[in-house]
Every structure is written in structure tokens, then in C-alpha cells.
Nanobody, 127 residues
Framework: QVQLVESGGGLVQAGGSLRLSCAAS????????MGWFRQAPGMERELVAV????????YYADSVKGRVTISRDNSKNTVYLQMNSLKPEDAAVYYC????????????????????WGQGTQVTVSS
């Protein structure tokens, strides 16, 4: 079992920044990838960014590339999502997720690739 707890969401003006955190606990050694997803009302959950737990390679959705940075601090078992130049369309509930079932050849970019989820943190962007 892996437990994930997100924090750092809130209200920010367009053009502003936020840093989200996801603290992992439990069977940390079983994590292969961590991902950040978001879900706006009436929309499907979509990928924001992925980081490989060991090695740190990253992948970003085109919609956030250049504005968002995913990073991890293995000593704190925490993954971060630094979001800059926020837009109203970035508003959503942001979820972190962990893949533990095994490695994968391609980057895991869809929710079905992940095994554990946090409770989500709301990001609101005012225009």
C-alpha cells in the first residue's frame, strides 16, 4: 500500500504561481512512477506531468510544457509540481498518483496506468 497526500492548492490570479506537494508513505520502494493529473468539472482526468521515481526523468503534457516543473525529493518521499504563468484553464482538482505494479516501456500517461491516488487539491485561477 502507498498513501499519497497532496497539499499546496489554493486561489491564485492568472499569471501567478503555485507549488503543489505530494507526500508519499507506505511501500515507497515499490513506486516506479509518480504522476500529477488534473480534473476540471465535467471533464476527464488528464495528465499534467510524470516523473520516474528512480532516475528522475520527466514528461509533460503539451498544455503545460514550459510552465510547469515536476520534481521529487527522495529523502522526503515527496513530489512537487511547480506551476508558473497560471491560466484560468489550469483551474482544476489536482491529483497525484503512484504506479507500483511494475515498470513500463512507455511513459504512463493515463489514469489506468496508476495504482494509488491522493485525495486531490483544488487549484483556482482568477482572471
Amino acid at each position: 500500500q502507498v498513501q499519497l497526500v497532496e497539499s499546496g492548492g489554493g486561489l491564485v490570479q492568472a499569471g501567478g504561481s503555485l507549488r503543489l506537494s505530494c507526500a508519499a508513505s507506505g511501500r515507497i520502494f515499490s513506486i516506479y512512477y509518480m504522476g500529477w493529473f488534473r480534473q476540471a468539472p465535467g471533464m476527464e482526468r488528464e495528465l499534467v506531468a510524470v516523473i520516474r521515481w528512480s532516475g528522475g526523468s520527466t514528461y509533460y503534457a503539451d498544455s503545460v510544457k514550459g510552465r510547469v516543473t515536476i520534481s521529487r525529493d527522495n529523502s522526503k518521499n515527496t513530489v512537487y509540481l511547480q506551476m508558473n504563468s497560471l491560466k484560468p484553464e489550469d483551474a482544476a482538482v489536482y491529483y497525484c498518483a503512484a504506479r507500483t505494479r511494475g515498470d513500463i516501456v512507455m511513459v504512463p500517461t493515463t489514469p489506468r496506468h496508476y495504482d494509488y491516488w491522493g485525495q486531490g487539491t483544488q487549484v483556482t485561477v482568477s482572471s
